[in-house]
């Protein structure tokens, strides 16, 4: 097995450019389940490159405070996640390098977490509700010229509003 620091680095670039998002906002493209919010940020970030994509899995209230937290309305953050999305493309590329990910687990949150959840969306004057959460673990691994480079788990937080999955982060609900 082939292992070059640039494919790991490309790995670990895609996965801050997730990691602004979360940082920037809390994402809203409902999906029917946790494994499709999964499936979905994946497809988003790996194959489509696409940060609306990203950004559109978070609830549109969530999304909005985060908007607000950062100090920069949508367009802002999309742009600077595209730009870190372009770069990662662009280094795939350069590498033949592609990504591949498969969803391993899915785990409950915990009720005190949930509940935690639900008293800062309240404080933050949302009308919404958290009434489920899931920590999807997805295996991400690299590859460059078809040999395999490298994988590593990556845990995913979704949450569940009005019977609709969304993609969430602890971090990101405690405003």
Not at 140 to 152: H, I, K, N, Q, V
Request: aromatic share 6%; charged share 35%; hydrophobic share 40%.
């Amino acid at each position: 097995m082939k292992t070059t620091k640039r494919t790991l680095l490309t790995m670990v670039a895609a996965m801050l450019v997730i990691a602004m998002c979360f940082a920037m906002t809390a994402c809203s493209g409902a999906k029917g389940s946790p494994e499709d919010v999964a499936n979905a940020l994946m497809e988003a970030t790996f194959e489509d490159f696409d940060a609306k994509a990203v950004v559109d899995l978070i609830h549109e209230d969530i999304r909005k405070v985060g908007f607000e937290k950062a100090d920069m309305d949508e367009d802002e953050i999309i742009e600077e996640m595209q730009e870190g999305l372009d770069e990662t493309k662009e280094g795939m590329e350069e590498e033949d390098g592609s990504i591949e990910w498969e969803v391993d687990d899915v785990d409950d949150m915990s009720k005190d977490d949930i509940k935690k959840m639900n008293e800062n969306l309240e404080k933050e004057d949302l009308d919404i509700e958290v009434t489920d959460g899931k920590t999807v673990t997805v295996t991400l691994t690299a590859f460059e010229d078809g040999e395999e480079a490298g994988s590593f788990d990556m845990p995913i937080q979704v949450i569940e509003i009005d019977g609709d999955w969304y993609l969430a982060n602890m971090e990101q609900v405690n405003f």
